[in-house]
């Protein structure tokens, strides 16, 4: 395995993600906005007999720009959670950009890889704001949705391990690159690890 090639990726992300993180002081609130705009689009009627609702958060929190409301509106009853669109969208919408546009393959495979990358991270943060709110409904202060013990028990892990966690901020971006950039042999004629065959009598070709 080459070296170079590697360590060169290595930097080439580090400087694209705090290229792209680095905006967030400045465009913060306006992608909070957005954020709580599609999660409300996608979510307010979530159940039958209760209803979310996402809004700018009413006390500053510095790791939380956005509060969710769940409403039981059958009994009254309500709750509010703190969330954040920074971490769990933002960064990580970030890191996918930096991981497809870092990798030194050919520009047309890097665009359509990072098309491709942007319908899938946005996927999983939908997924995971879905989970957040099954997760919030089912607590017994709102208790809009009865699920069974075991199913309670695995929305519960999911809110938790990758929803919370923040190995699951890492790896999901990884995961993506790896299933939006790679095919077969691209692995090997980027880091130079296949050696092509030389057959008797032919002279080996350098390789630019």
């Not at 769940?70 to 930096?98: E, H, W």
């Not at 695995?154 to 790896?171: C, F, G, K, P």
Request: charged content about 15%.
């Amino acid at each position: 395995m080459r070296l170079r090639p590697l360590i060169g990726f290595v930097v080439r992300i580090g400087l694209l993600y705090v290229l792209m993180a680095w905006p967030w002081s400045i465009v913060g609130q306006a992608y909070a906005s957005a954020y709580r705009g599609v999660c409300n689009a996608c979510f307010s009627s979530l159940a039958s007999g209760g209803s979310v609702h996402f809004q700018p958060i009413s006390e500053p929190k510095r790791d939380y720009d956005s509060e969710i409301r769940f409403v039981n509106t059958r009994t009254g009853a309500k709750q509010l959670a703190l969330t954040s669109s920074r971490d769990p969208a933002y960064y990580q919408t970030a890191f996918v950009i930096a991981l497809v546009l870092a990798t030194p393959l050919l520009w047309r495979r890097r665009l359509l890889a990072l098309a491709a990358s942007l319908v899938l991270v946005h996927m999983v943060i939908l997924g995971k704001v879905f989970i957040t709110l099954v997760h919030g409904l089912n607590r017994e202060q709102v208790a809009v949705l009865h699920l069974s013990s075991g199913l309670e028990r695995l929305v519960t892990l999911a809110n938790r391990e990758v929803v919370n966690d923040i190995v699951s901020l890492l790896m999901i971006p990884v995961v993506i690159w790896i299933v939006v950039m790679f095919f077969a042999g691209d692995w090997e004629r980027w880091l130079g690890d296949v050696d092509e065959p030389v057959t008797s009598g032919e002279t080996p070709t350098a390789t630019v």
